[in-house]
T-cell receptor
Framework: GESVGLHLPTLSVQEGDNSIINCAYSNSASDYFIWYKQESGKGPQFIIDIRSNMDKRQGQRVTVLLNKTVKHLSLQIAATQPGDSAVYFCAENTGSGNTPLVFGKGTRLSVIA | EAGVAQSPRYKIIEKRQSVAFWCNPISGHATLYWYQQILGQGPKLLIQFQNNGVVDDSQLPKDRFSAERLKGVDSTLKIQPAKLEDSAVYLC???????????FGSGTQLSVL
């Protein structure tokens, strides 16, 4: 079965608030993680990635945190905007070069204006 | 830079018919992937190519699905014969190399009646 899962299937936040989307993974050999955003009718869009030699990485309004001890990944979105409304997927692979990304089921983020 | 191109955008067929999807990856990307995304789920890998060779096709239902990437660029995915449970979005993705982030096309939405 899938080794990547999400704690919450849906998340509603007020515009301007910060959002936190969580993801648990079970494969301790995983060493590369990616967050994707998928809007309705579109393919997944890369947001940010992190490798296992890091525990935090920041992008524009987004931060990914990796806790290898508890095998937990989170995506933080600062000052959430209506355009952030989408389904967010975490994905992992073992980074060995020939293993595919495994996706979780996704969390739907709804931004309330 | 052009993204991953896929066609057709939508396809409706009856069960037991055949269907083919086409993908043109980002120029210079050696690795190409086909994913199946059933409504409400995360993408699931069907097949992965490195140039024109297959890296992973362990989850491809080979009795009905086939894929090729003859010249190491464009790829086609075929289903013959289609079943009702094949209704899904078929996503093509590419990456510069193995163990790099994937860039997705918009997908082909297949409905099997």
């Amino acid at each position: 079965g899938e080794s990547v899962g999400l704690h919450l299937p849906t998340l509603s936040v007020q515009e301007g608030d910060n959002s936190i989307i969580n993801c648990a993974y079970s494969n301790s050999a995983s060493d590369y993680f990616i967050w994707y955003k998928q809007e309705s009718g579109k393919g997944p869009q890369f947001i940010i990635d992190i490798r296992s030699n890091m525990d935090k990485r920041q992008g524009q309004r987004v931060t990914v945190l990796l806790n290898k001890t508890v095998k937990h990944l989170s995506l933080q979105i600062a000052a959430t905007q209506p355009g952030d409304s989408a389904v967010y997927f975490c994905a992992e692979n073992t980074g060995s070069g020939n293993t595919p990304l495994v996706f979780g089921k996704g969390t739907r983020l709804s931004v309330i204006a | 830079e052009a993204g991953v191109a896929q066609s057709p955008r939508y396809k409706i067929i009856e069960k037991r018919q055949s269907v083919a999807f086409w993908c043109n990856p980002i120029s210079g990307h050696a690795t190409l992937y086909w994913y199946q995304q059933i409504l409400g789920q995360g993408p699931k890998l069907l097949i992965q190519f490195q140039n024109n060779g297959v890296v992973d096709d362990s989850q491809l239902p080979k009795d009905r699905f086939s894929a090729e990437r003859l010249k190491g660029v464009d790829s086609t995915l075929k289903i013959q014969p289609a079943k009702l449970e094949d209704s899904a979005v078929y996503l093509c993705a590419s990456s510069y190399s193995l163990d790099e982030k994937l860039f997705f096309g918009s997908g082909t939405q297949l409905s099997v009646l």
